[in-house]
Structure formats: C-alpha cells, structure tokens
C-alpha cells in the first residue's frame, strides 16, 4: 500500500474513532427528565418524600405549593386556568372534594394501575382519574388544663352552643378539609339544616384561616375547644401541649344516622395533556406504594393508611375503631358551588 492510501486508511480510522462515542451517545437512554407537581399536603411532610423520589429514579420533582389557608383553592383554579397549556402533571390534594370537581371539568386523565386497585372501592375512582390514600378524620381538640372532662364537647354541633361562645374556633369552611366536611353536611343535612348550622357557628364560634392555627389557639389557651384534623391535632398532642383529641358524635342518642367522624384521604390524580404524563405516572406509583403510605401514617402528620398492604400501625382512631360517618363525596362535589354560594354570603366577614 502506497503512502496515499495509507494516509487514506488511517483518515477513515481517525474518523471511525471520533465518531463512535457521538453514535453511543445517541443510543444512550435519555436523561431522567422532571415531573411538575401542584401540592396542598403542607411542604414539611410532602418535601422529604419527593426527595426520596428523586434519589430512587432521578426525575427531578418540582413542586408548587400555596398557602396555608387558600392552598387548595388557589392549585385548582391554577390547573384549571391552565388547561389549555397545562403544567402540572400531577396534583397532589390533602383533601377529596376539589379533586372530584376537577374531574367533573374534564380536567383529569385516567390512569389504571395495580397499585391503585389495592386501595378500597370507596376512595378511588371507577375510571381510574383519582386516587384516594393517606386519610386525616375530623375532630374536635380540647384544652384540657382549661376544660374539665365531664364538659368536653362531644359533637360538632357543640360549636353552636352559646355557653361556647368566642371560646371555641373552626377553619373558614371554604377551603381544605373544611370546606369537604362542610360540602359533606350540606349533602347529608339538605340545605335548611346545613345553612342553619353554619349561621349559628359564624355567629358563635372564632373563625380562623386554616385547621393549624385552630389547632395552636386551643393549645395555647386561645379557645377552649375547636374544630380540626388529626394531623394538625396530633402536633400539639405530641409536643405535649395540654390538649386531647374527641372524636365527634360517637353516642348512640346522637341526632341523625349520618353524623359520626369524617374521615378525607389525601388524593392523587393526572392532569390530561400535561407535559410529562411518563415521569407523572411513575410519581403517582411511588407515592401509592405501601413504603410512601407508611411513612405518611409513621409521621408527624399520623395519617390514617387505606391500602391495606401498608404495614404501619396509625396513631390515631380509624374507621375501624370509631364510628365514621358515611359521606357521598362524588354526591357533596355535586352540591359545592351551591353550598359555597351560601357559606360565602354566612362568612362573608369572617377570618
């Protein structure tokens, strides 16, 4: 071989040599990628798992949080301004009622997995747009240095009595897991009732921004009893304020069949034409296993698990151990903007 195609060989060789690792490169998988998800769990328990999330797969998790107070309101009504463009990809709600509403709008895409039927026909959609886990119930929280046990409250209508007045306390019913409890009453009660009983609790108990900040003035010494949820409750439990959980109309001569303890689960669902539906899907997966679960109900937010494969022992009273009372959430999401009509106009000037 002459020099010429020496030089030539050696040219291609060269070429060949530079080449390859651009030809791997394209074979290689891509990058993890990002999953976009809108959240009203508060971000101290929500945080850690995205974290753990991100290190087992690496799709980095980038969350949307808001306030404590309006959270869930202000995530939905960005989801739903967003539908054209949508960026969420998954919505986490600490609550049931404005899931079912999104799902009503069309807003929600169906997703069938394994670890979504595990959970109980009650808390999960048919069609598979929603998911319900992780539940809180809702009590009343005593001062127990201020109130002596024979007077403790024993229903969530005892935040009407006027012996209480100004010394107990109730998150505005608008937003969060209040506004479900009050969506559930109206739904359970008729509208009469539900109206009456919401009118004689603006006019007798302190209205407040969120369930943490009921759950603070009773601890305090603010109020001597109020409305709120185990996780908030169990905060004030477990730094040893004087406080103690009742869990409301437990008593057989109690008015009415359908009163008892709600109990909201958390919900998951997809949000339909988001921008990363794969990662999305893997997010929601990781956050129904029995580990994540788990870890909610292990946690300073003592959730109640759903998925009966979740092993952790809850710290607070279950369906199982106390009455619940029975809620039609799909039939309460249907009643919400007739029933919100009325309780802006009861708490139009309230917290």
């Known amino acids: 071989m002459d020099s010429f195609g020496r030089k030539r060989v050696s040219g291609l060789l060269w070429i060949v040599l530079c080449a390859a690792p651009l030809v791997l490169l394209g074979c290689s998988p891509p990058p993890p990628g990002e999953v976009v998800v809108y959240t009203a769990l508060d971000q101290e328990f929500s945080e850690p798992i995205f974290e753990a999330f991100t290190r087992r797969t690496g799709v980095e998790v980038k969350p949307k949080y808001d306030t404590e107070s309006t959270k869930t309101l202000n995530l939905v009504s960005a989801i739903l301004a967003e539908s054209e463009r949508p960026r969420c990809d998954l919505f986490w709600n600490n609550e049931l009622l404005h899931t079912l509403r999104l799902e ?13 039927a595990a959970y109980p026909a009650e808390y999960r959609s048919a069609e598979g747009e929603w998911c319900g886990f992780a539940a809180r119930a809702r009590v ?20 009407t009595d006027p012996q209480w007045r100004d010394r107990c306390g109730i998150a505005k019913p608008l937003f969060g897991t ?26 007798n108990c302190r209205v407040m921004s969120g369930n943490r900040q009921v759950s603070k003035a009773v601890a305090s010494g603010q109020l001597l009893f109020g409305l709120t949820d185990t996780d908030d409750a169990m ?38 034409g988001s921008p ?46 106390v009455r619940a009372m029975p809620a039609d959430f799909a039939e309460a999401a249907a009643g919400w903007d007739a029933a919100a009509e009325e309780l802006k106009r009861i708490f139009a000037t309230a917290g």
């Open 178 to 203: 209040t506004a479900t409890h009050a969506a559930c009453l109206y739904q359970a009660w008729g509208k009469e009732r539900a109206t009456r009983f919401f009118e004689d609790v603006q006019r």
């Open 235 to 272: 905060l004030e439990v477990e730094a040893g304020s004087p406080v103690k959980i009742v869990y409301p109309d437990q008593g057989a001569d109690q008015e009415g069949e359908e009163l008892g303890a709600l109990f909201i689960p958390n919900s998951l669902c997809l949000i339909k």
């Open 276 to 321: 990363n539906p794969a990662a999305a899907e893997q997010l929601m997966e990781f956050l129904l296993s029995p580990m994540v679960e788990g870890r909610l109900v292990d946690g300073p937010g003592a959730q109640i698990p759903l998925n009966p494969a979740t092993e952790a022992k809850p710290r607070v009273e279950t369906p199982d151990s």
């Open 140 to 159: 009343l929280l005593v001062n127990t240095q201020l109130l002596a046990e024979a007077r403790w409250p024993d229903s969530i209508e005892d935040l």
């Open 104 to 116: 009503r709008q069309g807003a929600l895409r169906a997703y069938q997995s394994p670890t979504t």
